[in-house]
């Protein structure tokens, strides 16, 4: 049972401004609503904090994960933290609380409650929908090789259109070079892009956030790069006019320019590596980047008899705005069992990835009742309700208690989300 530090003594949560990318996964997961951003940071309000650690697994970044031992009456301040451009220096406790606090940590008592926590205070029961955990087999991944400080430069050596030119979805691939400096990854993480300039603020841009639509070894076997599928935002998600700064930067790069970026990022949403793996794999738009990456590593070792099956749910307004269509229609039928969900399609009825999931029930139901198979979805944050009751209906349809069945895909990083 939880119990708190001695009452002058606060483990104050900090975010790591340096590190962080302004994802807002954090304050999406906080039970208790403790995270909360300006333009500048995100931030844990210490009086409301209550260490419950809810959004530490979810941050791709690892810059959640910072405590301090503080006088309470010396915590940051919310406002404080929102000034900061990277974590002040640990401050020296008072000999007696320091005492006190070192005492209570010999005798066995868990410093993890932060302030306001009461006596035997248990944390909040807080679910997520998907795994903070990767497959068992997921290979290690690299995570924060560089930073805002420190970033990485990478030469661009491929910009190409990928959706259709007289769409207004103009969405590119961009392959970028990393020359002889290592930058390993694996398929399912991400990296950040640091725009040039600086926003109405004046502050340079903050890093923005970008899956990875090539596999491990490179966009081109063999060839120290990678590659990411990116949207140029004209708008924003209610139709109002919005100017992306990060995607029409990106969209916008020639052959041999150069752009700064930090990561890689992701230690969950990986893929397995033991050998027959099934991957159920659930996506729109640009959320299709990271089923690519996956999808090319299994057709590189196509020939090996190591792959298990893979089943695609990829959902768009029309097959001209559904990126990489001409490509995926030449991928191999045995090889890859494709579904599209077309909502826009004219002389179609309108369709989405979860009607196409209760389509094809029964072949979904037999691959959730196989221990090899995992599930990934990416695409926007409203997606994850329509999945999550379609595979729920699926589900009951073959008599299985999906409330039991989701607990084990969780538990055993079988089941994970990228949504934003």
Known sequence: MNAPLPVEVLKQHLIDPEICIRCNTCEETCPVDAITHDANNYVVDPDICNGCMACVPPCPTGSIDNWRLMLRNEAYSVQEQFGWEELPKEKALPQEAADDAAADDATGVDSGVATGAAPNAVSPAFSLPG???????AAHPYVNLYTHKAPMTATVVGNYRVTGADTESDIHH???DFGELPFPVLEGQSIGILPPGVDAQGRPHHARQYSLASPRDGERAGYNNLSLTVKRVTEDHGGAAAHGVCSNYLCDLAKNDTVQVIG?????????NHPRANLIMICTGTGSAP?????????RRIDTGDNGRLMLFFGARTERELPYFGPLMKLPRDFIDINLALSREPGQPKRYVQDLIRERA???????????TCIYVCGLKG???GVLDALREVTMQSGQDWSILHDVLRREGRLHFETY
């Open 131 to 137: 795994a903070s955990v990767p497959p068992w087999s």
């Open 174 to 176: 961009i392959v970028l």
């Open 264 to 272: 890689p990022f992701g230690h969950t949403f990986l893929m397995p």
């Open 291 to 299: 089923m690519r990456a996956m999808t090319e590593r299994y057709r």
């Open 362 to 372: 029964a072949q979904v139901c037999e691959l959730l009742g196989d221990r090899n």
């Open 383 to 385: 997606m994850e309700v």
